[in-house]
Nanobody, 126 residues
Framework: QVQLVESGGGLVQAGGSLRLTCAAS????????MAWFRQAPGKERDFVAA????????AYAESVKGRFTISRDNDKNTGYLQMNSLKPEDTAVYYC???????????????????WGQGTQVTVSS
């Protein structure tokens, strides 16, 4: 089993930045692909960004491309989401997710990820 715990959320003014952290335990983080999703009230959980096990490949939702950066430090069993130029529409609960290695590293679908954190609230004020 893998446990994921997000932190770093909070309230920030539009245009500001936050760095989310995903701390993993239970299995070597370097053996997992990981991603970030977000969910606003009344909406589905949406893909934000993904990164493969080594950190060499990344993918982003169009809405965050150029503003958010996903990264990981496998030696620390930790993933990150650097969020810059935040907009009010970025307000959501952000979730860290992970999945076992497979035929391909990239997927944007919730159902493809086996492990989830509890979420951390990000609120961007105008």
């Amino acid at each position: 089993q893998v446990q994921l715990v997000e932190s770093g959320g909070g309230l920030v003014q539009a245009g500001g930045s936050l760095r989310l952290t995903c701390a993993a335990s239970g299995r070597t983080f370097g053996s997992l692909h990981m991603a970030w999703f977000r969910q606003a009230p009344g909406k589905e959980r949406d893909f934000v960004a993904a990164i493969n096990w080594s950190g060499e490949s990344t993918a982003y939702a169009e809405s965050v491309k150029g503003r958010f950066t996903i990264s990981r430090d496998n030696d620390k069993n930790t993933g990150y989401l650097q969020m810059n130029s935040l907009k009010p529409e970025d307000t959501a609960v952000y979730y860290c997710a992970a999945r076992n290695l497979g035929s391909g590293w990239y997927t944007r679908y919730v159902s493809e990820y086996e492990y989830w954190g509890q979420g951390t609230q990000v609120t961007v004020s105008s």
